[in-house]
């Protein structure tokens, strides 16, 4: 059973940087699967950030690219996403899951999902 | 961004009862439809994918249907364990967007 666990600071500054990891356990992060990360602020409903697949290429929401960085590391079976210039409106809970690229493409595995809050 | 209208978005309902969630995408996105759920402090759960299709070791209790622009998530006779949130996902475009989301409530 492939688990995804989230780890990282719960409190960044604001105009700082989010930096989060996702480690991979019970399976290899190097298949034909991508790695996602989504966020849900407070009171809001999801919204998808970006995804990478393990040779490196990646996919951002047009909206956060400007900022948006994900990466990968297979060595360790774990991807990271980092997140530059944050403001209150970054506070959230941060997802990392496994997208099946096959249709019609869907998460079949979640982190638990780690909160992040941006305030001084 | 393709916009994902979900609907109630909380219900109350009972032990076995039977409960409907629909999801309304503001374009054609075919069968790229996926639900889950979610449980405070718990990773979301996939339940249906592709509109229709029960991802392995969810309950029959779950079913999905629709194509298009709209769908439904059904649960028939509702178990304690039901009780959580629900929402839909759109995968035909990126970016991927979700609907807002339904809290189920006893």
């Known amino acids: 059973q492939v688990q995804l666990q989230e780890s990282g600071p719960g409190l960044v500054k604001p105009s700082g940087t989010l930096s989060l990891t996702c480690a991979v356990s019970g399976g290899s992060i190097s298949t034909t699967n991508w790695w996602s990360w989504v966020r849900q602020p407070p009171g809001k409903g999801l919204e998808w950030i970006g995804e990478i697949y393990y040779t490196g290429s990646t996919n951002y929401n047009p909206s956060l690219k400007s900022r948006v960085t994900i990466s990968v590391d297979k060595s360790e079976n774990q991807f990271s996403l980092n997140l530059s210039s944050v403001t209150a409106a970054d506070t959230a809970v941060y997802f990392c899951?496994?997208?099946?690229?096959?249709?019609?493409?869907?998460?079949?595995?979640w982190g638990q999902g780690t909160l992040v809050t941006v305030s001084s | 961004d393709m916009q994902m209208t979900q609907s109630p978005s909380s219900l109350s309902a009972s032990v076995g009862d039977r409960v409907t969630i629909t999801c309304r995408a503001s374009?054609?996105?075919?069968?790229?439809l996926n639900w889950y759920q979610r449980k405070p402090g718990k990773a979301p759960k996939l339940l249906i994918y592709g509109a229709s299709s029960l991802q392995s070791g969810v309950p029959s209790r779950f079913s999905g249907s629709g194509s298009g622009t709209d769908f439904t998530l059904t649960i028939t006779s509702l178990q304690p364990e039901d009780f959580a949130s629900y929402f839909c996902q759109q995968s035909y475009s990126t970016p991927n967007t979700f609907g807002q989301g339904t809290r189920l409530e006893i």
């Open positions: 899951a496994r997208k099946v690229y096959d249709f019609p493409y869907y998460f079949d595995y």
């Open positions: 374009q054609n996105i075919r069968s790229y």
